[in-house]
C-alpha cells in the first residue's frame, strides 16, 4: 500500500525523534499513572536499542501538584505553577524510575519560551541535547512552568514539542494523544467517523475535522496538535499523532505496515524527490477523470486540483493515496496524491470547493491535490 511505503521512507529515515506524551495520557484525575510511563519508558528505551535517538517532551506537571496538594487555591497562576514545582518532581521520579529499569538514565530540561526564542541559549540547550543522546541518555523536557509567566507561556506542550523537534533536528515526531489520530468525525455522534491516516498537505485546513475547543474529537486538544504537526512540517519534520494509551504503540508507529495514528508530511523534503517518490514510487490505487479546464490547469499553469475538475472517480482509494490523473480522453498524464478517499471524492465530484464542508460534513482542504503532491507524467496538453 502507497502509504505504507512513504512510511516506511520516511521511519527509516528517522534517527532523531521527538516523543510528546499529553496530561491525557500520562495523568487520571488522582495523579500520573505510573503503570503507562513506565510502559512508555520501555518503549522508548526499545528505539534507543534500534539505533534512534529519542527526545521526551512530557507534561503531567500541573495535574499531579494539583493532586497532591488537595489545598492548593487551583485557580490562579500562582497555584498552578506551585502546582507544577510540586507535580515537575512526581513526573521525573516516574520517568526516573521506568527508564532505570531499562539501565537507560534520564536528564531534565525546563524550557522557557526565552530559551528557544534566544540564540545563545538555544544553542547552548542543543548542545547540551546532543550531548545527552549522544551518551545514550534520554533527554525529558517540559516547560518550566514555575516561572514562565502567562503572556509568554507556550502553554501547551504541543507547541513545546514542534519546537523542541526543530531545536533538535529531529526527522519525527510523535505526538501520543488518548485518541486514535486525527478523525473525520465525532465516533460518538457519527459512525462513519474514520481515522485520517495521512495528511499530505500541513498546510491543510481540515476544517470540521477538528474540534476548535474542547471537545471529544481531540479530548479538546487537537485543534492544538495540528497546529503543532503543521508548524513541525513546515520546517521539514514528519509527525505521527497516535493514542499513547494502546499498549505498544511506538513499536506500531515505526512498523509501517501497521497504520497506527495520522501521519503529516513534511512540507519540504526535496521536491524533486518527493516528486520522483509520487510518480515511481507509488502505484497509483485509483483514477480521477477531469474535465478539459481542470487538465489544463494542472499540466500548463501549475494549478492545484479542486473538486470541480472531476468527472469521474475510479477505485478505491484512501485518503493519501496516490492516483492517476487522466484527461478527457482518458489518458493518465500525471500522478498525485489525494486529500480525499474514492467514496469521499464520488460525493463532491464537480462540485465547488465551498460545498465540500456541507456535503462530507467536514473539509480536509479545499484541493484534492494540492500542486505539491502532483506529478506531470507527460507535457503534452
Ligand atoms: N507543562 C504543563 C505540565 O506539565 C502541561 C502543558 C500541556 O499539557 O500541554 O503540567
Not at 499529553?22 to 487520571?28: D, F, I, M, N
Not at 509567566?149 to 531545536?167: C, F, Q, W
Not at 526535496?270 to 474535465?291: N, V
Request: hydrophobic fraction near 50%; charge should be positive; glycine fraction near 10%.
Amino acid at each position: 500500500m502507497a502509504q505504507a511505503r512513504l512510511k516506511e521512507a520516511l521511519l527509516a529515515n528517522a534517527r532523531r525523534v521527538v516523543v510528546k506524551v499529553g496530561s491525557a495520557v500520562l495523568t487520571r484525575e488522582h495523579g500520573l499513572r505510573a503503570e503507562v510511563m513506565a510502559r512508555l519508558a520501555a518503549e522508548v528505551d526499545a528505539l534507543f536499542r534500534t539505533g534512534r535517538q529519542v527526545v521526551l517532551v512530557t507534561s503531567g506537571a500541573i495535574a499531579a501538584g494539583k493532586a497532591r496538594l488537595a489545598g492548593l487555591a487551583h485557580s490562579s497562576m500562582a497555584a498552578r505553577q506551585a502546582a507544577a514545582a510540586v507535580g515537575q518532581i512526581e513526573v521525573m521520579a516516574l520517568w526516573s524510575r521506568g527508564f532505570r529499569a531499562r539501565g537507560r538514565p534520564v536528564g531534565q530540561l525546563l524550557l522557557t519560551h526565552q530559551d528557544l526564542a534566544d540564540r545563545r541559549r538555544r544553542r547552548n540547550a542543543a548542545k547540551t541535547l546532543d550531548a545527552l543522546l549522544e551518551a545514550g541518555v534520554v533527554p525529558v523536557i517540559n516547560e518550566n512552568d514555575t516561572v514562565a509567566v502567562e503572556e509568554i507561556r507556550m502553554g501547551d506542550n504541543d507547541v513545546l514539542s514542534s519546537l523542541v523537534a526543530s531545536l533538535v533536528q529531529a526527522q519525527l515526531l510523535v505526538i501520543l494523544t488518548d485518541v486514535a489520530g486525527v478523525l473525520t468525525g465525532d465516533p460518538r455522534r457519527r459512525s462513519d467517523a474514520r481515522l485520517v491516516a495521512l495528511v499530505p498537505d500541513p498546510q491543510a485546513e481540515m476544517r470540521g475535522l477538528v474540534a476548535q475547543k474542547a471537545g471529544p474529537l481531540g479530548s479538546g486538544g487537537m485543534a492544538s496538535k495540528l497546529k503543532a504537526a503543521r508548524q513541525a512540517a513546515k520546517a521539514g519534520i514528519a509527525v505521527i499523532i497516535a493514542c499513547g494509551l494502546e499498549p505498544g504503540v511506538l513499536g506500531r508507529v515505526f512498523d509501517p505496515a501497521a497504520e497506527t495514528g495520522t501521519l503529516v508530511l513534511p512540507a519540504n523534503r526535496r521536491l524533486a524527490s518527493r516528486k520522483q517518490w509520487i510518480a515511481f514510487a507509488l502505484r497509483p490505487a485509483g483514477a480521477l477523470e477531469l474535465d478539459r479546464g481542470a487538465a489544463d490547469a494542472l499540466r500548463a499553469k501549475g494549478r492545484s486540483l479542486l473538486a470541480s475538475g472531476i468527472r469521474e472517480v475510479r477505485g478505491d482509494f484512501g485518503c493519501g493515496d496516490c492516483v492517476s490523473l487522466l484527461d478527457p480522453l482518458g489518458v493518465e498524464f500525471g500522478r498525485g496524491l489525494v486529500n480525499y478517499s474514492a467514496r469521499e471524492l464520488d460525493r463532491v465530484k464537480g462540485r465547488q470547493s465551498a460545498e465540500i464542508a456541507r456535503l462530507l460534513g467536514y473539509k480536509v482542504a479545499d484541493e484534492i491535490v494540492h500542486r505539491d503532491n502532483f506529478v506531470l507524467l507527460s507535457g503534452e496538453p
